[in-house]
């Protein structure tokens, strides 16, 4: 739940903003992020921005 909060990180060198930079840059442009984990398999995330017209 805390993986698009600022400055959260599982590495020790970084800074943990990436994520938290793309979720603002998307709901900016009114679109959504949103992620799925399968254990020992990966992670998937999927960003949706709508069309503009």
Do not use: D, W
Not at 11 to 19: A, E, N, P, T
Not at 39 to 48: A, D, P, W
Request: aromatic share 8%; glycine share 10%.
């Amino acid at each position: 739940t805390k993986i698009f909060e600022p400055k959260f990180t599982t590495k020790s060198s970084g800074m943990g903003l990436g994520l938290a930079m793309v979720k603002q840059i998307v709901e900016n442009f009114k679109g959504t992020i949103t992620m799925t984990t399968e254990i020992n398999i990966g992670t998937e995330f999927t960003v949706q921005i709508p069309r503009s017209r």
